[in-house]
């Protein structure tokens, strides 16, 4: 990086009141409720990618916020209460999504999911009416309606195989996220914020009364306030948080003739996914049968897991039916112990909102709202 300019000092690297590590999910949707608390704020992103480069332009897209099987076993780990806090900030934070940006500008469509159960599952009919029963009951306050119905009359015209139970969600749905991405962008650089790629924090430390960051650019910058929403690199900059990066690998087929369903599907407790993109499927999950070799900050595919998906491709979900591969990639989750986001400030001035798990399409909005509560 060539030495600054008095230009360049006074205006792009100027001190700033706010700066934001991450132009993910969390950090857009933090800058654009700090700039709604307070309009006068100056505020920087920076983000390491030429793009956002984690996990929020290489998901999935599914605007959802939980599946049957997989809100009961987080039930188990982490309570009701903390499984229903969770579940209600999701579904909260899709209703922001819907009210802010229109339907045509991020793809959006609520048309409906679907739990699949495989003849290995062995789930009588009789238990998941139980489960569907008392979740619909928990969920009620939150979504004010029937969340969960069996489906399994839709099994035959759906074409699947080796599948015996459907479980049907009309609440949830699928999007763009590239196209809320951008939007996010446009959106909060409409508000005054700043917003510098390619510039990694590599350090930060408190002097006096700001905080100065250090840069791969050998660019300095000094703020009021830091706020690091880097997911699943948070261990890079707060090595004692209790969060891990989580590789989720994907494939995207070719178009298929005659695809007999639309919406988005999931499969063990979350562990698989898949939904239609036009005629296209996008298929993404598999990493419970490489869980530490997923632990890294790669984007690289793995044949094991590609392969597995693949496998499910041919056997479950289109079984002679003739595709290509369009697309392969992955994206860096943050995931820990707990499946809390981890939301608050770590010492004076250096506050951070990591750990968004599996679903942090839906969770960003509502985390990002408290976040500029919690900061200005
Ligand atoms: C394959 C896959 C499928 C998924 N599917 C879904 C889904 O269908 N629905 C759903 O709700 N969720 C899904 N998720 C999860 C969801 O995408 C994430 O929870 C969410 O995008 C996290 O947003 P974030 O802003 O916290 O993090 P990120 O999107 O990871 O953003 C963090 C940003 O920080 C930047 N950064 C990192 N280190 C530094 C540094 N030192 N300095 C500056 N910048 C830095 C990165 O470049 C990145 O842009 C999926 C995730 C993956 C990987």
């Not at 069996?150 to 009309?170: M, Q, V, Y």
């Not at 390619?198 to 300095?220: C, G, M, P, W």
């Not at 392969?307 to 392969?328: M, S, T």
Request: hydrophobic share 40%; proline share 3%; aromatic share 10%.
């Amino acid at each position: 990086m060539p030495m600054v300019s008095v230009w360049e000092k006074e205006t792009f690297f100027a001190p700033q009141d706010i700066i934001i590590a991450g132009s993910g999910f969390v950090g857009l949707w933090s800058a654009f409720y700090l700039k709604k608390r307070n309009p006068e704020l100056k505020i920087t992103i920076l983000d390491k990618g030429i793009i956002p480069t984690g996990a929020s332009t290489r998901n999935a897209g599914f605007a959802c916020f939980g599946s049957l099987t997989e809100l009961l076993a987080d039930e188990q780990k982490m309570g009701t209460d903390q499984m229903l806090r969770l579940v209600e900030m999701r579904y909260k934070g899709l209703e922001k999504i819907r009210n802010t940006f229109n339907k045509k500008d991020i793809d959006i469509d609520m048309c409906g999911g679907y739990e699949l159960f495989t003849d290995t599952d062995d789930y009588l009919t009789e238990d998941l009416e139980e489960q569907i029963q008392y979740l619909n009951e928990l969920l009620k306050d939150i979504v004010h309606d029937n969340t969960y119905k069996l489906a399994d009359k839709k099994l035959g015209l759906f074409g699947f195989t080796k599948i015996n139970h459907l479980i049907r969600n009309n609440l949830e749905g699928y999007l763009h996220p590239g196209k809320l991405i951008k939007a996010l962008l446009h959106h909060v650089q409409s508000q005054g914020v700043q917003v510098l790629n390619n510039i990694e924090i590599k350090h930060f430390e408190k002097v006096s009364d700001k905080i100065e960051i250090e840069t791969d650019q050998k660019i300095r910058f000094t703020t009021g306030q830091l706020l690091i929403c880097i997911n699943g690199f948070a261990k890079k900059l707060l090595p004692d948080l209790d969060v891990e990066p989580a590789r989720g690998q994907v494939l995207l087929t070719s178009p298929i003739d005659k695809l007999p369903w639309r919406g988005t599907f999931h499969y063990k407790q979350g562990f698989y996914y898949f939904r239609n993109l036009d005629k296209r499927i996008l298929l993404g999950g598999a990493r419970n049968l490489a869980l530490d070799d997923e632990k890294t900050f790669s984007l690289q595919t793995t044949e094991t897991i590609q392969q597995e998906l693949e496998r499910f491709l041919k056997e479950v979900i289109i079984p002679g039916k003739k595709f290509d591969i369009e697309l392969r990639w992955s994206g860096t989750m943050g995931i820990g112990r707990e499946k809390m986001p981890i939301h608050k400030e770590i010492s004076p001035g250096v506050f951070c909102c990591v750990r968004m798990s599996g679903m942090g399409v839906a969770l960003a909005p509502l985390l990002g709202e408290k976040t500029a509560k919690m900061m200005v």
